[in-house]
């Protein structure tokens, strides 16, 4: 989730239009071996992560980034500079921003050269004018990245969806030509709203987005989260499917853990069973975030480097 966003509202809401009652809903996800709830909501219980292959390959350290969002409560003043050279100490090389914090594109690159980091992707809205689409990419331009991802995208219209997808697609041949990939990243309520009929934004999206132009970038606790809202009896395995069967290449993968209450947690400390996932499609970056990171956002980044340089899969 990015920029303030309020997936877990666009959840609620997308429950509620189905006439799902919050209770019943939590005791299904309990008894699915999910417990789902939303940030905020509750207590958050730690609870061991399934133990890492002993054998097995291990994510590699140049595929390992993490997004900016986690740490933003940080990412202001002098503290933006410190923020980064800490993650260059635990050894991240890449990262995914998600604004510049203030500063230029050219400023924020010089910045990360220095610590030897690549700012590989970013979160950047979908664009209200050509000149605003222009800029997007003339910035992920100076900055070197090679992704640009659209974070959030929420109506119970069908029709919006679909001019999105169709936008989307304009926008991803812009940018090709400028050597960036395009892509989308999903949250639940892409999978449990209802646009009439059944019919999804997930199913618009994976239907009408081009293939040779729009990856996804799938964030696997609101993939869990939309298999647990929509009964899934595994919800590892919805989000399985869902990565399988999208048309789409998925090149990113959010790697974001899930408390048994179902509020964000740090990598290892929560139900998701990644190396499961990661078995199952093996994405080109894994990307450490943790909305509401649970002690501090620099204890949640080394934590997660240090998990996934550890899990084997």
């Given amino acids: 989730m990015c920029f303030g966003f309020n997936a877990p509202g666009a959840l609620r809401r997308s429950l509620e239009e189905k006439g799902v009652d919050r209770r019943n809903f939590l005791r299904g996800a309990a008894a699915a071996g999910l417990g789902v709830g939303f940030a905020g909501i509750g207590g958050?219980?730690?609870?061991?992560?399934?133990?890492?292959?002993?054998?097995?390959?291990?994510v590699a350290p140049g595929l390992i980034s993490i997004q900016l969002y986690t740490l933003r409560s940080i990412m202001r003043g002098e503290g933006i500079d410190a923020t980064l050279a800490s993650l260059a100490n635990y050894g991240f090389t890449k990262v995914e921003l998600a604004g510049l914090y203030g500063r230029t594109a050219e400023a924020m690159r010089s910045t990360l050269d220095s610590l030897g980091?690549?700012?590989?992707?970013?979160?950047?809205g979908i664009s209200a004018t050509p000149a605003a689409l222009e800029k997007k990419i003339a910035n992920a331009v100076t900055l070197g990245q090679t992704h640009i991802n659209v974070p959030y995208l929420v109506s119970s219209s069908a029709d919006d969806w679909r001019r999105w997808a169709d936008q989307m697609n304009a926008e991803a041949a812009v940018a090709r030509q400028s050597g960036l990939k395009y892509g989308y990243h999903n949250h639940a309520h892409e999978f449990t709203t209802n646009l009439g009929g059944g019919l999804t934004p997930w199913d618009i999206f994976t239907s009408r987005l081009d293939p040779k132009l729009v990856h996804l970038e799938v964030d696997l606790y609101w993939a869990v989260t939309g298999g647990v809202g929509v009964g899934a009896a595994?919800?590892?395995?919805?989000?399985?499917?869902?990565?399988?069967?999208?048309?789409?290449?998925?090149?990113?993968?959010h790697v974001k853990d899930r408390a048994a209450a179902g509020d964000f947690a740090d990598l290892g400390t929560g139900t998701i069973d990644f190396a499961r996932i990661f078995r199952a499609h093996t994405p080109k970056e894994f990307i450490v975030e943790n909305d509401q990171p649970d002690v501090t956002p620099l204890q949640t980044a080394r934590v997660g480097y240090d998990y996934l340089r550890a899990l084997r899969f």
């Fill in 44 to 58: 958050t219980t730690a609870v061991a992560a399934p133990a890492a292959q002993a054998a097995g390959r291990p």
């Fill in 117 to 124: 980091i690549t700012p590989s992707s970013s979160h950047d």
């Fill in 234 to 253: 595994d919800p590892i395995q919805f989000a399985i499917d869902t990565i399988l069967q999208a048309p789409q290449k998925v090149l990113q993968y």
